[in-house]
Structure formats: C-alpha cells, structure tokens
C-alpha cells in the first residue's frame, strides 16, 4: 500500500537549518510529484512547494524562494527539504504529500508530519 | 495569487443533519478544487477532487458541486466520526497551491 513516512520531530534555534526527509514505498516514484505543505499551530495549511522525483526539478510558493531547497534520492525512494535561516514563525507541521504529474491532480497521499519547534 | 474563501468560518451541527460548506475563488479555477478532511492531530485526508468526485474509500454521504469560482461540500447526513476541520484547495496555478482558511465542524 502508499505509504509516505516522514522523519521525527525537530527543535532547532533560530538562524539553523532543518531537514525533513519523506521516504516513498507502494508505488513508483518518479511517477508522482512530491509537495511540501505546513501547517503553523491551530492554524491552516500553508502551500510550500513541490519536487519532480523523476527530473529533479522544484518549483516554489514565492514566500519560499531562496529558504527553501527540495531534493530527492531516487536509489532510497526519499525525499528531504531543507529549510535555512530558520525563524520562530517557521514552528509548524510539516507534511509531504504526492500528486500524479497531470495537471490540476488532488494530494491523494499525505506523510504523518514532521513538527518543526523554533525556540532559542 | 489565487485566493480561496471558505464559509462559515465554524459550525455546529447535530448528528443526522445535512451540513453544507462552502468556498469561493478569486478568480475562475473551472473544476480544479479538491476537498479534504483534517481530525485533530492527524494529517489531511482527500475527499472529493475535481470539485464533485469522490475519493475511493470516500463515504457517499460526502459530496461535491460547483465549477468557475463557487463550490460546496456536502455531508447529507451528519456522524459523529465526521468531526473534523474541512479545507478547500484549488490546484489551477501549483505552485502555488492555495488552500482555504478551513471550517471547523463541530458535533452538538
């Protein structure tokens, strides 16, 4: 079956890096784009962005552009995102997600989340 | 960007009722909005994509309509397991990806 498993949670100090990693298993994947979706304390979800596990290629909600790098191992069916520069409005859950590479397709599968805390 | 409006913000219903929510675009996304279901301290769940089709697995009382800007999500009949927060995304522009603010259901 689909399965998204995301890494453990996170506390990192403000100006530090995190990396959240998703590892794929039930189906092929290169074949589903990736995206990276948050979700700050009682609050909504937040679009961040999605990688092509086939290519490679990223693209960006424009909040995101230059703080956030998306990548993939195709050989561990893994995906990770790195966020720098880490600031306390940058506490949240983090989700992966997947969508079949067609236009306009819905996030079908979702990772349990990984909770990012930024505290000094 | 595209902005998504969901409405009512909130709401309380009783177990059997029929509960409508709904969420507007800025902008014409055609049929691009999808629906999902979030319980507390778990992921979000698709429901309906394409604005009225229902995802495998989906229980029938869950329903969608609408196209261009305007569209609803139905629960025919209200469950108790049905608690939960409902958000609405459009994915005519990804990225970005815009979701709604979400409703929050509540069992009276």
């Known amino acids: 079956q689909v399965q998204l498993v995301q890494s453990g949670a996170e506390v990192k100090k403000p100006g530090a890096s995190v990396k959240v990693s998703c590892k794929a298993s039930?189906?092929?994947?290169?074949?589903?784009?990736l995206h990276w979706v948050r979700q700050a304390p009682g609050q909504g979800l937040e679009y961040m962005g999605w990688?092509?596990?086939?290519?490679?290629?990223?693209n960006f909600a424009q909040k995101f552009q230059g703080r956030v790098t998306m990548t993939r191992d195709t050989s561990i069916t893994t995906a990770y995102m790195d966020v720098s520069r880490l600031k306390s409005d940058d506490t949240a859950v983090y989700y992966c997600?997947?969508?079949?590479?067609?236009?306009?397709?819905?996030?079908?599968?979702w990772g349990q989340g990984t909770l990012v805390t930024v505290s000094s | 960007d595209i902005q998504m409006t969901q409405s009512p913000s909130s709401l309380s219903a009783s177990v059997g009722d029929r509960v409508t929510i709904t969420c507007r675009a800025s902008?014409?996304?055609?049929?691009?909005l999808n629906w999902y279901q979030q319980k507390p301290g778990k992921a979000p769940k698709l429901l309906i994509y394409?604005?009225?089709s229902l995802q495998e697995g989906v229980p029938s009382r869950f329903s969608g309509s609408g196209s261009g800007t305007d569209f609803t999500l139905t629960i025919s009949s209200l469950q108790p397991e049905d608690l939960a927060t409902y958000y609405c995304?459009?994915?005519?522009?990804?990225?970005?990806?815009?979701f709604g603010q979400g409703t929050k259901l509540e069992i009276k």
């Open positions: 997600a997947r969508d079949r590479m067609v236009v306009g397709q819905p996030l079908d599968y």
């Open positions: 039930g189906y092929t994947f290169t074949e589903y784009y």
């Open positions: 990688i092509n596990p086939n290519s490679g290629a990223t």
């Open positions: 902008q014409s996304i055609n049929t691009y």
């Open positions: 394409a604005a009225s």
């Open positions: 995304q459009e994915t005519y522009t990804t990225p970005p990806s815009t």
